[in-house]
């Protein structure tokens, strides 16, 4: 896999078996070749204390947060975890890879509009990726903001209006209009969609459909990272799906769909491809009514996100 070729991303791959609870289907995709870069979870880094999050300075700023890597290896913050504590919880903006022993300010949104005061000194570990259709939402709003201004702004208000939307639509509240209050009063509910899809021997990554329409793609090139995050992007569908009533779905067109879409992103030619946050390219997609992005490193692709864009307004 080489990054001078076009099919920088989904090279080699095989879709597992269809599975479905209530109106979600998942499919398993597991990766044909060894990966040869070495890297580690956000979640492993910050229960090892190798890695420490926290605001720039005493009076901290919303857009940015400070992250000490003191690790032997590089770490990964897929695109839209979250991490809560300090003066207020946030979502990375992007997939970030940290290198080892380093220093890194790393773009993110704020989750949490009603609270900026410190609860901690340093951040933790979340249990949730942005809900699917707000990152699909943020998603799209980086592409034309790298576009236009290579920033990795992902629109501040808009993020505050994705997460206000999801408590409407779940019928949660919180006094601090915190997106994690939302996921955990509907933690019931949501852990039952991520019981139904297990993580499988070697599987690396999933692609969703929500009653029989595509919501979202993701794939990293490591199964022992992946499986650290495979829950959260579970919960990320499942707090869609909770509200929408269940469609019958067929899996066998759904599973040629999904073939096909990774057939077409490996012919893909990235329309933007710039220096990413830490280490790697940053490579940005744009097939009509797909979109993704792919975090680029050493010609491996590391992680790769794919989403429908009309999803976000469904």
């Not at 870069?37 to 926290?54: F, H, I, M, P, R």
């Not at 000194?121 to 034309?144: C, E, G, P, Q, T």
């Not at 919501?215 to 992946?226: N, P, W």
């Not at 990413?276 to 050493?298: H, K, P, S, T």
């Amino acid at each position: 896999m080489t990054a001078t070729n076009k099919q920088v991303a989904f090279l080699d791959f095989r879709l597992g078996k269809p599975q479905v609870f209530r109106n979600l289907c998942v499919i398993p995709i597991f990766g044909t070749e060894l990966p040869h870069q070495l890297y580690t979870s956000l979640t492993d880094a910050l229960a090892k204390g190798d890695v420490e999050v926290t605001e720039i300075g005493e009076g901290g700023s919303v857009p940015e947060l400070k992250v000490i890597n003191k690790g032997e290896l590089p770490v990964i913050i897929v695109d839209g975890e979250e991490l809560i504590g300090a003066k207020q919880n946030r979502i990375v903006n992007t997939s970030i890879l940290l290198a080892a022993h380093s220093e890194l300010m790393i773009p993110v949104s704020c989750t949490e509009s009603g609270r900026w005061q410190y609860n901690s000194r340093s951040f933790s570990h979340s249990d949730h990726v942005m809900a699917s259709k707000a990152r699909i939402s943020k998603n799209s709003r980086l592409y034309n903001n790298i576009a236009a201004y290579k920033s990795y702004d992902a629109g501040q208000r808009e993020v505050w209006n994705d997460v206000e939307r999801l408590h409407q639509k779940l019928g949660t509240s919180s006094p601090s209009r915190a997106m994690s209050d939302a996921f955990e009063q509907k933690k019931v509910d949501i852990e039952a969609y991520q019981e139904a899809f297990p993580c499988e021997e070697g599987q690396k990554g999933i692609i969703t459909f929500l009653n029989g329409k595509l919501l979202t793609g993701d794939f990293l090139s490591r199964h022992d990272v992946y499986q650290k995050v495979h829950a959260k992007l579970l919960r990320s569908a499942a707090a869609d799906a909770i509200v929408e009533t269940d469609i019958a779905m067929d899996t066998a067109a759904l599973y040629e769909e999904a073939n096909q879409l990774l057939e077409n992103i490996a012919q893909a030619e990235p329309q933007q491809k710039n220096a990413a946050v830490g280490l790697g390219e940053d490579f940005r997609y744009d097939l009509g009514e797909i979109g993704g992005a792919a975090l680029v490193y050493q010609d491996e692709m590391v992680h790769q996100h794919l989403f429908r864009k009309a999803a976000a307004m469904e």
